[in-house]
């Protein structure tokens, strides 16, 4: 089915797309591109008549229940993407690199312009009012993105006593659901995302054979 989406105001181009991505199966694009008009057009199926055509995939995200077609045992890692600045960010804020690895991996698959049915953006999914709070400027240039996510992260360990699995809780479902429950809340998204986390990390902190 084909869904198309037009807008005249640039700054509504995260709601709109985040808009079709909900109405996309998992592993979906998106195509953008301007008309002669200045009017942005987002579409699911590709234009053939049109340059300067941007395209936006739709990863399986950790969290997302539905992906189960995944072995995150056997997924291929990517241990190479990124390297300068998840190097950067891991030294800046004392946060292992493997983990910083496992959270872009699972949270957006290394692209830096994923966006999720709910808002969160970049790398590491960063939704706007925690882009507000770390006061990132372009969520996504992949150096302020993992800066910012690694940051936000780094505080969540900072709370929670080190606790990685705790952190990636409540990365994932808030700190506050984390106290509140005392431990890793009984959602169900939560407890899959966690389970994907220490999955990834375990294997990131594996040098390869």
């Given amino acids: 089915m084909k869904y198309t989406l037009s807008v005249i105001c640039k700054s509504c181009g995260a709601l709109i797309l985040s808009a079709l991505f909900f109405l996309q199966p998992v592993g979906a694009d998106v195509y953008r591109f301007t008309d002669e008009h200045g009017v942005i057009h987002y579409t699911n199926v590709r234009p053939s008549d049109r340059k300067n055509v941007k395209t936006f995939t739709f990863p399986c995200y950790a969290s997302d229940l539905s992906c189960k077609q995944l072995d995150w045992e056997r997924v291929p890692l ?41 808002g969160a953006q970049g790398l590491m999914q960063l939704l706007p009012i925690t882009q507000k709070e770390l006061e990132i400027a372009d969520v996504f240039d992949p150096a302020s993105n993992i800066k910012g996510g690694t940051l936000y992260l780094s505080r969540l360990l900072s ?26 809340p009984p959602y169900r998204e939560t407890l899959e995302y966690v389970r994907r986390i220490k999955i990834l990390h375990r294997r990131y902190r594996t040098p390869e054979s």
């Fill in 159 to 184: 709370e929670l006593d080190q606790n990685i699995e705790l952190a990636a809780a409540a990365y994932n479902a808030g700190l506050g659901a984390v106290r509140q429950h005392d431990g890793v």
């Fill in 78 to 118: 990517n241990r190479q993407a990124f390297g300068v600045e998840i190097e950067a960010a891991a030294r800046e804020y004392a946060v292992e690199e493997s983990l910083i690895r496992a959270v872009i991996h699972a949270e957006s698959a290394y692209q830096p312009d994923a966006l999720s049915p709910r």
